[in-house]
């Protein structure tokens, strides 16, 4: 069975300071790894992904995130936010052609 | 542009009422999924569909049904709203075939008021 951990419930923090997003997963085989963000009162959207090649994948609006197999995680991290950045963000995990199983999201608020 | 599309975007009912919640896309993609979203954010699968004439229950069990009788359509209904059915419901999309890992398309979401 596969499982998405998302550590954190609310993070909060200041604009143009950097932030990181914690996602740990589990499970037995090769996995899948996506974040998904969701701005208010709207669906999600794909944000990045690591399918296989180089672990540090990079998103269009400057996040990017590190696949780290030898601990399980693929934490979502920005150098500056901007308060266009708040939203929530979900990680999720996906195993061959089994659907996606997604975290609980962490909802990032940037304080101007 | 090729999208996925759910209507209403807003819906508020009484109890006892009959909904349907509509849901199209317009990329091909044969797997479609419907997810039920809790205040608290959290997303739970209710059902997804292969293709035409396939329909799955999720991991969230759901009074909900749903059809796929055209690739591109994919709604669900409840045959009779309560107020325990309040909620976000994510309707999304996606390809599939040898090697594709594409991830997800997600319409906007409908979100239901029963009362």
């Known amino acids: 069975a596969q499982s998405v951990t998302q550590l954190d419930s609310q993070v909060p923090v200041f604009e143009e300071a950097p932030v990181e997003l914690r996602c740990n997963y589990s499970?037995?085989?090769?996995?899948?790894l996506f974040w998904y963000v969701q701005y208010p009162n709207q669906g999600l959207q794909l944000l990045l992904k690591?399918?296989?090649?180089?672990?540090l994948v990079e998103s269009i609006n400057g996040f990017e995130a590190e696949f780290n197999k030898s601990q399980t995680s693929f934490h979502l991290r920005k150098p500056s936010v901007h308060i266009s950045d708040t939203a929530e963000y979900f990680c999720a995990v996906q195993t061959g052609a089994n659907n996606l199983f997604f975290g609980t999201g962490t909802r990032l608020t940037v304080i101007p | 542009e090729a999208d996925i599309y759910q209507t209403p975007r807003y819906l508020v009912i009484g109890t006892g009422k009959k909904i349907t919640l509509e849901c199209s896309q317009t990329?091909?993609?044969?797997?479609m999924y419907w997810y039920q979203q809790d205040p608290g954010m959290e997303l739970h699968l209710i059902h997804y569909s292969y293709g035409v004439n396939s329909t799955e229950k999720g991991d969230l069990s759901s009074e909900s049904t749903v059809s796929r009788i055209r690739t591109e359509h994919f709604p669900l209904t409840l045959e009779s709203a309560r107020p325990s059915h309040t909620s976000q419901y994510l309707c999304?999309?996606?390809?599939?075939?040898?090697?594709?890992?594409?991830?997800?398309?997600f319409g906007s979401g409908t979100r239901l008021t029963v009362v």
């Open positions: 999304a999309s996606s390809e599939v075939g040898q090697g594709i890992i594409g991830g997800y398309t």
């Open positions: 499970s037995s085989v090769s996995v899948y």
């Open positions: 990329m091909g993609h044969d797997k």
């Open positions: 690591y399918l296989s090649g180089s672990t």
